[in-house]
């Protein structure tokens, strides 16, 4: 059975053709491209808290890296290089190589290199720093929306959390639900074009981890406004409770709960003037990714969300995301 040093050279040494230095010394080197910044991010990942420990090992590697670059999404960078550092309880080969196999594949796919880590014997955990290049003052930030500017998400949030219910026996999804979910929890994509396309045109951006409407509100605190979110705009999920005889109104609060305040789907939610409208359209088609204006900016107090019904009455919503240290 090979130790820590064995297994990082089995399983983690790749070649690093963007790096001046990659693993081996104590420290990688890395030349930013002339002119650019760096974008850097860390994100952990602890079972039982981030997955499931029954989580299949390559979609895991897989996803471990799609979070962090999801964050680099978001700021509109070029995610370039990661860095992984992983505790494990027990040398387990079978489960690293797929575990390997799933983070280098999102590696390959999105172009980056892996330039460095670290590994020790404890419970499961992963935490992997990316860093990715932008153009100075061209990063998307949190703090740039202004009241009037409108709130747009891509894809279809909800459907992450909704598959971690499923594999929780919580709720039963019809199919083909089960499996479009559960990919989406297991197997995220990070929305790297989207952000890159966004830069010059959306005034704020963040990506949903914790729950649509707590990752809205970091826009506000940070830009000094309030949101409101309409119901009858948010991507549609009804056909998943049925309807007439067989509609299931259980089924569809959980569904609008998990859309709002799941977490977990790494879209991204943006704020883009108004004036800017007819854009997304294009950017939409350009990378074929549904993208969904759901509401506006305004005047009021930072941070505030405030959701409205189709009758455009304000909704009483209690649960707004994930916090770590609020649940």
Not at 177 to 202: D, H, M, N, S, Y
Not at 239 to 263: E, K, T
Not at 299 to 322: H, L
Request: glycine share 12%.
């Amino acid at each position: 059975m090979p130790g820590e040093f064995g297994l990082i050279a089995k399983y983690f040494a790749r070649p690093t053709p963007s790096a001046v230095l990659g693993p081996g010394d104590d420290c990688a080197l890395v030349q930013p491209a002339p002119g650019k910044q760096l974008a850097v991010t860390t994100d952990m990942l602890v079972a039982g808290v981030h997955f499931l420990p029954d989580t299949d090992p390559g979609r895991l590697g897989w996803k471990a890296l799609a979070v962090n670059l999801s964050d680099l999404a978001a700021m509109g960078a070029t995610p370039r290089w990661v860095t992984l550092a992983g505790a494990l309880p027990a040398v387990d080969e079978a489960w690293i190589a797929a575990f390997a196999e799933g983070f280098f594949g999102c590696a390959r796919e999105y172009g980056v290199d892996v330039i460095g880590g670290d590994t020790t014997r404890g419970p499961l955990n992963l935490c992997i720093t990316a860093i990715g290049e932008v153009d100075p003052g061209r990063a998307l930030r949190r703090d740039g929306a202004k009241p009037g500017d409108e709130i747009w998400v891509s894809g279809r949030p909800g459907l992450a959390a909704l598959g971690l219910a499923h594999l929780q026996g919580k709720v039963k999804l019809p199919e083909p639900w089960p499996r479009l979910c559960v990919a989406a929890l297991e197997k995220p994509r990070p929305r790297v074009a989207l952000g890159q396309a966004l830069t010059g045109i959306a005034s704020a951006a963040i990506d949903v981890s914790d729950g649509l409407l707590a990752d809205l509100a970091h826009i506000g605190e940070r830009s000094g406004c309030a949101a409101a979110v309409r119901l009858v705009q948010l991507p549609q999920l009804r056909d998943l409770a049925g309807s007439g005889d067989h509609y299931d109104a259980d089924l569809r609060r959980l569904a609008l709960d998990c859309q709002l305040a799941g977490g977990d789907d790494y879209e991204l939610v943006f704020t883009v003037p108004a004036a800017l409208h007819t854009q997304l359209g294009a950017i939409a088609a350009r990378l074929e990714l549904p993208l969904w204006c759901i509401g506006e900016m305004v005047d009021g107090d930072a941070g505030s969300v405030t959701v409205f019904d189709p009758d455009d009455q304000p909704v009483d919503i209690a649960r707004k995301g994930y916090d770590h240290f609020g649940q």
